[in-house]
């Protein structure tokens, strides 16, 4: 294999890709979930419009006194908010816990039934004598699609007075068709559909035609979810961040394959530079909470909403601009500046 093309260098440096993808997605892209998770509890969720992630790093105790430091991929609740006063209906609210898994590998269940009891007792109520804890709903999102036709397994606690069996969902990638993941909004699966196809990478490498249909597909791709932004179904932000996404699956799974991996690429949108665009998102948001947090704007703070000088963020709004040719009011969405602040920022552009 010939030396690693240097612009894919900071796409090869994480031990964990995969889960680095499917965090990414989630964060950047949260209410894509919603239809995610209806897909795989098979549940209609059209009123919750809105996702809230739960504390992601634990400290798992072991004899000794010793900790280990564990991080779960999605451990979020659902929540429906009032359409006038934007407040919780906290008696509606979903716990969930969907963890991303390469290889079809059962001790999954392990590291699942930590996760959803840690992430239980972290929101759990002590009332006098009695510990009160929820278990999430729990879910595996598996991109190798596992040796049987496995669709949930079980978490069994054998208890002195009965036995406590916690379903554990399980949604396997490959079964779905691009008309599908289209069909039924599962949007935050397009990063790992590459993964369908990684059997006959070698011949993908090799073969002319089988390597220019594969590039059609994610010329397709790029033109569907181009027309999602034209209609006002996601944001362009959501969108270049799913290129990026796809373009770091790849860049993983095809490494072996540089004529596949390059050409691939090209149309996957890979020539679109995103690091500096996130770069200087996550730093508007950054800024908006801490300078909310300074003024003593709590709901600004939990909310994760920006509200911070006109200048840090006027300068956020032309660099998105510039960076990821976002419109005005698209740079202002995706650093989540509220609507009726808008003409003020328009109105610095003139």
Not at 91 to 115: G, H, P, V
Not at 160 to 176: E, F, Q
Request: with cysteine.
């Amino acid at each position: 294999m010939g030396q690693k093309d240097p612009s894919t260098k900071d796409e090869l440096l994480s031990s964990t890709p995969y889960d680095d993808v499917h965090r990414t997605m989630e964060n950047d892209c949260r209410k894509w979930l919603i239809p995610l998770v209806s897909e795989i509890f098979q549940e209609n969720l059209d009123e919750y419009n809105d996702v809230v992630f739960t504390k992601e790093t634990h400290f798992m105790n072991h004899e000794g006194g010793g900790e280990e430091k564990r991080i779960t991929d999605g451990s979020f609740r659902l929540v429906v908010q009032d359409e006038n006063t934007k407040e919780k209906i906290s008696d509606k609210e979903k716990k969930y816990l969907c963890e991303c898994q390469t290889n079809a590998d059962s001790s999954i269940l392990i590291r699942m039934f930590e996760y959803a009891t840690q992430t239980a007792l972290d929101e759990g109520v002590l009332a006098g004598h009695v510990l009160k804890v929820t278990i999430p709903h729990c879910a595996v999102i598996f991109l190798r699609p596992p040796g049987t036709d496995l669709d949930s397994m079980t978490m069994r606690i054998e208890a002195p007075r009965g036995t406590l069996d916690i379903d554990v969902r399980v949604m396997r990638v490959n079964d779905y068709s691009l008309d599908e993941i289209f069909d039924k909004k599962l949007y935050i699966l397009l990063p790992f559909y590459l993964f369908r196809y990684e059997r006959q990478f070698p011949e993908y490498n090799t073969n002319d035609k089988m390597l220019e249909s594969l590039k059609a597909e994610y010329v397709t791709i790029g033109q569907r979810l181009d027309e999602l932004v034209q209609q006002g179904v996601i944001e362009e932000y959501s969108k270049k961040v799913t290129q990026e996404m796809s373009v770091k699956v790849l860049v993983n799974l095809a490494v072996k394959y540089d004529r596949l991996k390059e050409e691939v690429r090209d149309v996957m949108g890979g020539k679109v530079i995103m690091t500096e665009a996130t770069r200087i998102l996550n730093q508007g948001r950054a800024e908006g909470r801490a300078e909310g947090k300074a003024e003593g704007k709590a709901e600004g703070k939990a909310e994760g909403i920006v509200e911070g000088k006109a200048e840090t963020l006027f300068e956020n709004m032309q660099a998105l601009m510039e960076t990821m040719k976002l419109s005005a009011e698209q740079a202002l969405a995706a650093l989540k500046v509220p609507e009726d602040q808008y003409p003020k920022y328009l109105s610095m552009l003139k």
